[in-house]
């Protein structure tokens, strides 16, 4: 079965530093991942998704995201953390051959940016 | 702007009502989706609608009914819910299921809170 591992369930950094979040998923074959950023009391909102085209994936706000097979991993990255950047994100897998629309989540990662 | 508009933003209701959650999506979406979301957690799918049929339920209990009128629109109605059931609750649509690469849209959630 399809799962996606988070590691780390809060990251905290600085105003203007790297935003890294880890992600990596279990499957056979390469799913389509997707990175969501949930504000307060929002919605999700998609920040970026590999469909299997370029590995490096360059979403909203400046965040990017690399698809590595050989590590099964998925994380996202922002050069410079800003202060609006702090929410919850959750890290998605959807596969190859969807099973009736099912997404598949990670548990989340909320980031926190200090000034 | 999220183009999934979810009613009412916010619904207290008791043990004893009847009370309806409303969705509307003007994308041309052929698939949606109601998620049940508590705090710190990822989203739980609960339904799936594909072309207004019932597709997918996520063994949810009889006190959730969900309703798609049309293919703009999905109702969760609800009947003698437990205060474990205060959630947010968000309402998704996507491409049709079969040509869909899992990508979801998200509308902004209905927060229930049952006393």
């Known amino acids: 079965a399809q799962s996606v591992t988070q590691l780390g369930s809060h990251v905290s950094v600085s105003e203007g530093a790297l935003v890294l979040l880890r992600c990596n998923y279990s499957?056979?074959?390469?799913?389509?991942l997707f990175w969501y950023v949930q504000y307060p009391n929002q919605g999700l909102q998609l920040l970026l998704k590999?469909?299997?085209?370029?590995?490096l994936v360059k979403g909203i706000n400046g965040f990017e995201a690399e698809f590595k097979k050989s590590e099964t991993s998925f994380h996202l990255t922002k050069p410079s953390a800003h202060m609006s950047d702090a929410a919850e994100y959750f890290c998605a897998v959807s596969p190859l051959y969807n099973q009736g629309g099912k997404l598949i989540f990670g548990q989340g990662t909320e980031l926190s940016v200090k000034p | 702007d999220t183009e999934v508009t979810q009613t009412p933003k916010h619904l207290v209701m008791g043990m004893t009502n009847k009370k309806s959650l409303k969705c509307e999506q003007h994308m041309g979406h052929r698939a949606m989706y109601w998620y049940k979301q508590k705090a710190k957690k990822p989203p739980e799918l609960m339904f799936v609608y594909s072309y207004e049929k019932l597709s997918i339920n996520e063994s949810v209990p009889s006190r959730f009914s969900p309703e798609c009128p049309n293919s703009s629109l999905l109702n969760l109605h609800l009947h003698a819910l437990q205060p474990e059931d205060s959630a947010l609750y968000l309402c998704?649509?996507?491409?049709?299921?079969?040509?869909?690469?899992?990508?979801?849209?998200f509308g902004e959630g209905s927060r229930l809170t049952v006393l």
């Open positions: 499957s056979s074959v390469p799913p389509y």
């Open positions: 590999y469909t299997s085209a370029a590995t």
């Open positions: 998704a649509s996507s491409q049709e299921i079969a040509r869909n690469t899992g990508e979801l849209f």
